[in-house]
């Protein structure tokens, strides 16, 4: 199950979300339903975590929610994967988040990106003596 042990989940709704939440952060989020200790959605925004959770709010999409403002767009993309790894096939989302527009990242925790990287790897297939005579 998917707990966080330090997590807090607040009451979707708008004027908690404008409470909480400054205007212009980026960020990424988890929605939950009443009852369930795990997310059913994940989430990012790359330009205002506010009004992206304001639309959740206003679609009743969900009940609660818990956030992290990230600083920067790359990270911001890496959290919301690293998430959606870990829980897919238990959440809602049906594609694998998209990188932000501008950025050329892979996702770190894909299949083909981490075989690409081992990949590239350095390997040495004989003994070598570093010790001259």
């Given at each position: 199950?998917?707990?966080?042990p330090?997590?807090?989940?607040y009451?979707?709704?708008?004027?908690?979300?404008?409470?909480?939440i400054?205007v212009d952060?980026?960020?990424?989020?988890?929605?939950y339903?009443?009852?369930?200790k795990?997310?059913?959605?994940?989430?990012?925004?790359?330009?205002?975590?506010r009004?992206r959770?304001?639309?959740?709010?206003?679609t009743?999409r969900a009940?609660?929610?818990?956030?992290?403002i990230?600083?920067?767009l790359?990270?911001?993309?890496i959290?919301?994967?690293?998430?959606?790894?870990a829980?897919l096939g238990?959440?809602d989302?049906?594609?694998?988040?998209?990188p932000?527009?501008?950025?050329?990242?892979?996702?770190p925790?894909?299949r083909?990106?981490f075989?690409?990287i081992?990949n590239?790897?350095?390997?040495?297939?004989?003994?070598?003596?570093?010790?001259s005579s």
């Amino acid at each position: 199950m998917f707990e966080h042990p330090q997590r807090r989940l607040y009451c979707l709704s708008p004027w908690l979300v404008r409470l909480l939440i400054p205007v212009d952060y980026i960020g990424t989020y988890s929605l939950y339903r009443f009852r369930e200790k795990e997310p059913i959605y994940i989430g990012r925004s790359d330009t205002c975590l506010r009004n992206r959770l304001l639309r959740h709010a206003h679609t009743k999409r969900a009940d609660y929610f818990d956030y992290d403002i990230q600083w920067t767009l790359e990270k911001c993309f890496i959290a919301e994967c690293s998430a959606y790894h870990a829980l897919l096939g238990k959440i809602d989302n049906l594609i694998h988040p998209p990188p932000p527009k501008g950025l050329d990242i892979k996702c770190p925790f894909c299949r083909s990106t981490f075989d690409r990287i081992r990949n590239n790897r350095l390997t040495i297939s004989k003994k070598v003596n570093f010790i001259s005579s």
